[in-house]
């Protein structure tokens, strides 16, 4: 049996990046129950991607009630829809089996690590003020658009002298301002600039400088996306929905480095739940952004351990 249901759950704030801005979390929990056990996943639909919570149920509910992981990967495209079934095969497999799932995924046992933390598009002032509070954090990400970049990551730099800064434009910038900005924030400290260039028109990155680590977000979804990335970009933020879950998720994060490509892991903003999976993930990766719980207003119970900047892998009572 297949069940799913939407949930939306409060964010502490406003989340705001370069497309615009939320105040909650929308996601759609999947149960698979199968022997009197039951597997949960969770996803975030998107629409940058032509995702909505509609969409991704019908998906859902259109699916043969004995699909396993491998029928999955044929029945739905890569998405959050797929995304929440495969993490959910993958938390029924491990309860019925008595294992951990990273084990049933033949992946190096997860261990703590630090992750990003995310600093919403907002005025420099207010952005220096919320890094200020977070300055102790070993990586803070901060969300821009295509105006007042510098303003912004020099007020934070001077705000939080400490911290690595990633700096993620959402695909809000043209090339000619990517060439003016990549030199003045080598400068600044930043060691990674995320998605800069619309995807699809990204060619332009081949063919210049690249001071700081560019890596490819929206750019990325699964392996397929690999050849295309080669010159342009040095990372690919590999992301459950995108991918359309953990086992094309662990492919693309093998298959990464294969193509001279580091790997950043990453996730939108949603609950515990969801973020459990992408755990697996972490040894594979040189950036880790997990925060998105932490951007919540409240948890679900039980909940990823996170101390300070460490988020832990999940225990087995909430995943896997």
């Not at 705000?159 to 993620?168: E, H, R, T, Y």
């Not at 619309?198 to 990325?220: I, K, M, N, Q, Y």
């Amino acid at each position: 049996m297949i069940r799913a249901r939407r949930e939306a759950w409060p964010i502490a704030g406003t989340f705001r990046i370069a497309r615009g801005d939320k105040t909650e979390a929308e996601v759609v929990v999947v149960e698979i129950e199968r022997g009197g056990v039951v597997g949960r996943g969770e996803s975030v639909p998107y629409g940058r991607y032509g995702e909505t919570v509609d969409s991704v149920l019908a998906a859902v509910g259109g699916l043969p009630p004995d699909v396993d992981r491998t029928s999955l990967q044929g029945l739905l495209a890569a998405g959050a829809a797929r995304n929440a079934v495969d993490c959910a095969l993958f938390d029924l497999e491990a309860r019925s089996a008595g294992r951990r799932a990273w084990e049933i995924a033949g992946s190096p046992e997860p261990a703590p690590v630090p992750t990003a933390f995310t600093l919403s598009l907002d005025a420099p002032e207010a952005m220096a003020a919320r890094a200020a509070d977070e300055a102790d954090r070993p990586v803070l990400k901060l969300k821009v658009g295509a105006e007042g970049v510098l303003a912004r990551v020099q007020a934070v730099r001077e705000a939080a002298p400490g911290p690595a800064l990633i700096v993620d434009a959402n695909e809000s910038w043209t090339l000619a301002l990517y060439v003016e900005l990549a030199p003045r924030l080598a400068e600044l400290g930043v060691a990674l600039i995320e998605q800069p260039l619309p995807a699809g028109l990204d060619e332009g990155l081949s063919g210049v400088d690249r001071p700081v680590l560019v890596c490819a977000d929206e750019s990325c979804h699964t392996q397929t996306d690999l050849p295309a990335l080669r010159g342009r970009y040095d990372a690919v933020n590999v992301k459950l929905d995108k991918a359309g879950g953990l086992t094309e998720a662990l492919a693309l994060a093998r298959a990464a480095p294969q193509a001279g490509l580091g790997v950043m892991v990453g996730c939108m903003v949603g609950t515990s739940l969801g973020l459990a999976p992408a755990t697996l993930l972490t040894p594979f990766a040189s950036f880790v952004d997990l925060d998105g719980p932490l951007l919540l207003a409240r948890d679900r119970e039980p909940a990823l351990r996170f101390e300070g900047s460490l988020v832990y892998p999940p225990d087995p009572v909430l995943w896997g």
